[in-house]
Each structure stands twice: as structure tokens, then as C-alpha cells.
């Protein structure tokens, strides 16, 4: 089945997601569709899915232009999705995922749940998918909750399948896996639309790469393309993709975690009884799949969470316990994961954003009256230093793309008085240029002696910046190595894998 989308338009009032975009998809195809986050990849797949309404354009599938109203009508055409959040009920079994929607009944108009276990093991035993039909969708690890996906997919006949950021949420070993299924689909005569920001895997298994950018298509790369031909063509000028740093130099003190624990307001335990030490003059990355309590570690170092027991100092000095204010006046930098919930306020100017913590110190205030002139003059300094792209410091933080928001952020965090920063998701939804600019200032702030914790899902990040990796499966620390350590055992300690490690 041919798939091609002919100058899609898609609109949200003011904002043009998709400017006139076509590509095509050849059956026994994989065709890649690489970009940044926010550059319009998922609206143009939601669009082909039946979930948005192109404003211009048409959707042809061998020759016919179609009309879809919805992702039944998709569906039926033979598109399937495989979204980045799984679309599964986690009390549902296999075969009741598979089933939902294209219920078939016996004769008495009960559920036939027989004739859905065959279908999973049908699709399963033809592609080599090792996954059991009444297992329930919860006790399943990520990677095969996937294949189930992908199971519902093919049961519904599709011919085309569109893969959604797939590996945002899989170890190494499940991304391999993952790419070894999408070849194999290849070969079965499937069209494969595969959207992704990460250019190792698009060079791995793309037949052919379509670079968006702003909603627009910018040109075509072959996989022989190198990275750094791609990132230009993602970005719109060279991009340095590598980390250059030299040798850590650690020095004594830092920050210090004991039998650190937290619990949710369930009374669950979402982290167990963690310890690790970072020392000024080091990089210590966090690693792991999403949702094995990265998150809430991170918010129980600044304070952020009303569950814990276990010791966290900073020079010696004791923080748990303390609010979120005092932790951060005794030398903590603080980079949030969501930099629209935790880091920026939208409304507010960039040179406000800049002071957010600063407006007890008398730097910018004046008998409890903003300077304004001293508050517009710092952030100058900070949009050209950071290089912050807008138009100047009383443009609304709101109004910027997300890698400027992020550069906001850090500039804020990096120009306070601060032994230790912590940055969770440093370079989440920005684009190759702002990564490759925020990467140099971790770097940098390393070199300046301080001690620095980040939290990444993104293995490339965290082993180019780090000089310890400390990985975290179920809530647990399961290991700490260096920083060169291979994907392939960083891999293995993502998913839950018991390794003897050397302890650094």
C-alpha cells in the first residue's frame, strides 16, 4: 500500500503547525521523519491518524484521496499508530487491549476472548514477539508493552504504521529490539513512518529521512548522511554535537545522600533507600527509564516533597527538612524538568524570570520597590551571554521557543551564588543548537568547581556529560559507574539486570 500525504496544512489560529507538507511512504519502506520537538512531526502524523482535520491538502492511498474522520476510518484504510504513550488499559489482559473497540461475541453475545488470544498468538508467533494473552498490560515491562501495541496494529490489518518517538521510554536493549522488529515489519511489505528527534537511530534504520523544521519540510538526507549534516538540517546552521571536556578534577566535600527515601501520598515507596555522593568539581548523572523515581529523588533534594526520611548535606551542612527557599539560598541551582510548571513564569518578562529568587537581596529592590534599571541592565547581560534569542528583556518568557525558555532558566540558575546545581531534563523539547549550548555551560559550571547532578532519560546526554552515572531502577540505585561505561551495561542496569559493578 503506497501512503502519500500531498501539501497538508494544518492550523491553531494563528500558528501554522504544518506549511504545505507531502512526503510519501513506499510499501516495504521505512521513511523517517526527523525533527525537533514542536517542529509539527506528531500534528502531521495526528492528521494522517484522523485525530486532526488538515485546513489544505489530502491524503492519497494507492492512488484514491481519502476522508478520514476519525481514527476508525484510519484504521480501516490500513494506518496504524504506535503512539509514544501507550494507548492500553493496565488491568486489561493482552487480548482484551487487542480486542477493545473490534469486539467480536459468540453466539450468545458474550466477549470471544478465545478468538482474541488466537489473533495475539498468530501476530506474536509470525513476528517471534514473546507475549503471553492473558498477561495483565500492568505486570508487563515497557518493551513488551510495546509489541502489544504493535500487535493491535497488525490484528487490525494495517499496512502502513506510523511509530511515535518509540524509543522515548525503552532501555538500549529494547531500542535494538525495537529496530530489529521495524526491520522485519520491512520485510513483510510494510510501510513504516518513523518520527523521531535522535539521529543515531534514524541513521540505523531509515531507507529514507525527511527533516522538518518549523512545520515545514527544509529537505530529504540519505542514512549516510553523517549527524552532523542532519543536526545542520534540523537547526538551519553547523551544530558542534560534541561534548568537549577534559578530565574531571573532584575535589572534597559536595553533596553527600544517605538512605535517602520517599513515598508518595499513596504510601507507596517510589524511592528506596538511595545513597550517593557528588563532589564539586563533578558531573554525577542520574540515569534510567522514565518513571523509576528520578523525578520524585530529584524533588526530595530541593525540598519538594512531604515524604522523606534519610540525610542530604551540602558541605556538611543538613537540607532535608528544610523548605524549598532555604535550600536554595544555601548554594543549590535548580533546573526543573518542566520549565513551564517549575521554571518560568510565561507572563513575566525574561528580566523578571531572571530575579524570581532574588528580590529579598537588595541587589533589585529599593525599600521594597523593583530597580528597574538594574533588573533591565542584568538581563541584557544574561540574554547576550546566554545567548537568548528574543527581542529583548521585557519580552514575555512565554512568548520564546523552548530552547530560549530553557536558556532563560539556566542563565537564571548559573547566575546565583552556588555550590551545588541539580538539572533534571536539561535539554527536554529544545533544539540541537540550544542542547549544544547548554551542554557547554553544565560543563563549564562543572570547571568552576561546582558540584553538578543531572537527571536525563536521553542515554547519548548522560553519557556525554557524565563523569560517574549513577543508574535507578524501581526506586533503587542499582549501580554507579563511570562515565565511559557501555550502553550496552548501562542498559542492562536500566532494566533491573543484577551486574557486580566497580563502585567509583
Do not use: C
Amino acid at each position: 500500500m503506497k501512503l502519500e500525504l500531498r501539501g497538508i496544512t494544518k492550523r491553531f489560529g494563528s500558528l501554522v503547525a504544518n506549511d504545505r507538507i507531502s512526503i510519501s511512504v513506499e510499501p516495504g519502506e521505512i521513511h523517517a521523519l526527523l525533527g525537533e520537538n514542536g517542529a509539527g512531526k506528531s500534528t502531521l502524523m495526528n492528521v494522517l491518524y484522523g485525530l486532526y482535520q488538515a485546513d489544505e491538502g489530502e491524503i492519497v492511498i494507492d492512488g484514491v484521496t481519502q476522508n478520514f474522520r476519525g481514527p476508525g476510518d484510519a484504521m480501516a484504510a490500513g494506518i496504524g499508530m504506535v503512539h509514544q504513550h501507550f494507548m492500553l488499559i493496565p488491568v486489561f489482559s493482552v487480548a482484551e487491549n487487542v480486542a477493545l473497540g473490534h469486539e467480536a461475541t459468540t453466539r450468545i453475545g458474550s466477549l470471544d476472548l478465545r478468538s482474541a488470544r488466537r489473533q495475539v498468538r498468530e501476530v506474536a508467533d509470525r513476528f517471534g514477539f514473546q507475549v503471553d494473552p492473558d498477561a495483565l498490560i500492568e505486570n508487563l515491562p515497557v518493551g513488551v508493552q510495546q509489541r502489544v501495541e504493535i500487535i493491535k496494529a497488525l490484528a487490525r490489518d494495517a499496512e502502513v504504521l506510523v511509530f511515535d518517538e518509540p524509543t522515548a521510554v525503552l532501555t538500549p536493549q529494547e531500542t535494538d529490539e525495537l529496530m530489529a522488529i521495524m526491520r522485519q515489519l520491512r520485510e513483510e511489505g510494510k510501510g513504516i513512518v518513523f518520527i523521531t528527534h535522535k539521529l543515531r537511530e534514524v541513521r540505523e534504520v531509515a531507507d529514507r529521512i525527511t527533516v522538518i523544521r518549523r512545520g515545514a519540510v527544509v529537505g530529504e538526507a540519505s542514512p549516510t548522511s553523517t549527524n552532523a549534516e542532519l543536526a545542520s538540517l534540523m537547526v538551519g546552521r553547523a551544530v558542534e554535537l560534541t561534548v568537549r571536556k577534559g578530565p574531571a578534577s573532584p575535589q572534597p566535600g559536595g553533596l553527600v545522600v544517605s538512605g535517602l527515601s520517599v513515598r508518595d501520598d499513596a504510601g507507596q515507596v517510589v524511592v528506596d533507600d538511595v545513597s550517593f555522593d557528588v563532589h564539586p568539581g563533578e558531573i554525577l548523572a542520574i540515569a534510567g527509564v522514565q518513571g523509576n523515581g528520578q523525578t520524585e529523588l530529584t524533588e526530595a533534594l530541593l525540598g519538594l516533597e512531604s515524604h522523606v526520611t534519610g540525610s542530604v548535606t551540602l558541605g556538611g551542612e543538613e537540607l532535608n527538612g528544610r523548605s524549598v527557599h532555604e535550600i536554595l539560598a544555601a548554594g543549590v541551582g535548580y533546573v526543573p524538568e518542566d520549565r513551564n510548571v517549575d521554571g518560568l513564569v510565561g507572563a513575566m518578562s525574561i528580566a523578571e524570570n531572571l530575579i524570581l529568587d532574588r528580590t529579598d537581596t537588595g541587589e533589585f529592590t529599593s525599600a521594597g520597590t523593583l530597580r528597574r534599571r538594574a533588573m533591565t541592565e542584568f538581563a541584557e547581560a544574561r540574554i547576550a551571554e546566554f545567548d537568548i534569542r528574543a527581542q529583548g528583556p521585557l519580552t514575555a518568557a512565554g512568548t520564546l521557543s523552548g530552547g530560549n525558555q530553557q536558556k532563560v532558566v539556566v542563565a537564571r540558575e548559573m547566575n546565583r551564588d552556588i555550590t551545588m546545581l541539580v538539572a533534571a531534563q536539561p535539554t527536554r523539547g529544545v533544539d540541537v543548537g540550544s542542547i549544544e549550548f547548554i551542554h557547554s555551560r553544565i560543563v563549564a559550571a562543572r570547571d568552576d568547581g561546582l558540584a553538578v547532578v543531572v537527571v536525563s532519560t536521553e542515554l547519548d546526554e548522560v553519557s556525554a556529560l557524565a563523569d560517574r552515572i549513577a543508574v535507578m531502577y524501581r526506586g533503587r540505585i542499582v549501580g554507579i559507574v563511570p562515565g565511559d561505561t557501555p550502553r550496552d551495561t548501562l542498559g542492562l542496569l536500566m532494566a533491573g539486570a543484577d551486574i557486580t559493578e566497580q563502585a567509583v
